[in-house]
């Protein structure tokens, strides 16, 4: 399952799992923008570990990706959960 914002939509049962497509610049700081190898924007693919292939058709190849940082240590959260941890500045 995947959730957007209010509705919870089946799909097929995959584990699916984010990968890195490239390398953040180091060091990072806190507050700075985080960037990847000579400057480029961070790359994020979906990867189905039992292929080891990039999704690239179907609901989850078009899925966006919001990143943030959480407080606390985040084992079965739900996602009110989730929204109420974000760290704000």
Request: with cysteine; net charge negative; proline share 4%.
């Amino acid at each position: 399952k995947w959730i957007c914002e209010k509705e919870i939509h089946p799909m097929e049962t995959r584990n699916l799992q984010l990968k890195f497509m490239n390398n953040p610049s180091l060091p990072v700081f806190t507050s700075a923008r985080i960037e990847g190898d000579e400057g480029q924007a961070i790359r994020v693919g979906l990867v189905d570990p039992a292929t080891g292939q990039i999704v690239s058709s179907g609901e989850a190849s078009s899925a966006k990706l919001q990143v943030f940082v959480v407080e606390g240590d985040f084992d079965n959260w739900t996602a009110e959960d989730i929204r109420n941890n974000i760290v704000r500045e």
